[in-house]
């Protein structure tokens, strides 16, 4: 386990479709956030879990936007009816808990077309 | 608590000089810190952390230092070199929020 992985890389959508985002954490991390980040910005909080459970989220996450962590493992980030103000780089990143740094993968470049 | 990014500042140095990278941070609640490096295409990564029990932190080539009166946050890069070249960004975690929060990011231009 070499670190927080994300898949895709890239994804180019056109505008009213969906779209899912995996990430897969570093495995002893209960901990994993989802955040968004675009162009010249920092990383926006999107929402956390802790284990299985989503213990927060942010208000820019609309009613299209949902995420599950199953087993406490993997999450995955979903986006539907796709917008082009949705367009941004999603990272995700794990840790061993509040008061810990986190560890971020290398993000999903979403473009809306 | 959550720290507004702006326009992205950009500094601008030659190799082998040091660097100083300032962020204000918002919350005089915030506990913990880090400081983030970001490569064009890729995630943040982890360069230094403090917390707020410390002013001072020493790296390899980099020191984070803090003013709790003041709110404010620094890093410190010894010797430039163009592989520093990134987007710098703070992070500071309130107890109460359980989330980073980042600043909106420093570029840092090192010129050969």
């Known amino acids: 386990d070499t670190g927080v992985s994300q898949d895709p890389r890239h994804k180019i959508t056109k505008r009213g479709q969906n779209v899912t985002f995996r990430c897969d954490p570093i495995?002893?991390?209960?901990?994993l956030y989802w955040y968004r980040q675009t162009l010249g910005q920092g990383p926006e909080f999107l929402t956390y879990?802790?284990?299985?459970?989503?213990?927060?989220k942010s208000r820019l996450l609309s009613d299209r936007f949902s995420a599950e962590r199953p087993k406490g493992s993997f999450s995955t980030l979903e986006i539907q009816r796709t917008e082009q103000g949705d367009s941004a780089m999603y990272l995700c990143?794990?840790?061993?808990?509040?008061?810990?740094?986190?560890?971020f993968g290398s993000g999903t470049r979403l473009t809306v077309v | 608590g959550e720290s507004v990014g702006l326009h992205l500042p950009t500094l601008s140095v030659q190799e082998g000089d040091n660097s100083i990278i300032n962020c204000a941070y918002s919350?005089?609640?915030?506990?913990?810190f880090i400081w983030y490096k970001q490569e064009s295409g890729k995630g943040p990564q982890f360069i230094i952390d403090?917390?707020?029990?410390?002013d001072k932190r020493q790296g390899q080539r980099v020191t984070v230092l803090l003013n709790k009166t003041v709110k404010h946050l620094s890093l410190q890069i010894a010797a430039t070199q163009p592989g520093d070249s990134a987007v710098y960004f703070c992070?500071?975690?309130?107890?109460?929020?359980?989330?980073?929060?980042f600043g909106s990011g420093t570029k840092l231009n090192v010129k050969p």
């Open positions: 919350n005089s609640a915030s506990d913990y």
């Open positions: 879990f802790q284990n299985e459970a989503q213990l927060e």
């Open positions: 992070a500071e975690n309130c107890p109460n929020f359980n989330k980073f929060y």
């Open positions: 495995s002893e991390h209960n901990r």
């Open positions: 403090i917390r707020s029990n410390m």
């Open positions: 990143a794990s840790s061993s808990g509040s008061g810990y740094g986190y560890t």
